[in-house]
């Protein structure tokens, strides 16, 4: 049980779930790619001793390099939950450590959205939901950020 389902209130209802999107595991594949391509063009077992031991290297790092942005990015994807309810926006992200947030959605003053062309080509982007008074809270790289505006900003 998730921590949206945790928290809903009796006849409260979940109107619109997103996470974080996928497109952050981008720069560890590249990474991998990098390192499948060092290691067939490069070929250290058929460079001299010296390059040889430099290629290993190079390939190791990539390859080491890639696996860890892969499982941060996976833990990210794992770790925050984005929820619109009849009643709220609800955010949560973290596991042990967790930092949530609510706003009820009569308190919403806007959503923002901001998308690079990147962003916008493969439907990702950064939000920034203002609630009145001085509250405002960030969530970047959400995946699918116009459909969560449309449902958070819909009466």
Known sequence: MGYVEQVLQPGETVRYVTGVSWVGYLPGLLLW???????????PWRASAGWALI??????????AGAVLLIKHWWR?????????????????????????EM???KVES????????????????????????????????DRPLDFRNHVTAA
Do not use: P
């Open 33 to 43: 790619l990098l390192a499948v391509i060092l290691l067939v063009e490069i070929a």
């Open 111 to 142: 959503v923002e959205v901001e998308q690079s062309a990147l962003g916008r080509l493969l439907n990702y982007g950064d939000i920034t939901i203002r609630g009145t008074g001085e509250t405002a809270e960030e969530a970047a790289m959400i």
């Open 77 to 101: 994807r794992f770790a925050v939950e984005i929820a619109v309810t009849n009643r709220r926006v609800l955010y949560k992200e973290g596991f042990i450590r967790r930092h949530t947030f």
């Open 104 to 106: 009820q959605l009569d």
């Open 55 to 64: 290629g290993w290297i190079a390939i190791a790092a990539a390859f080491l």
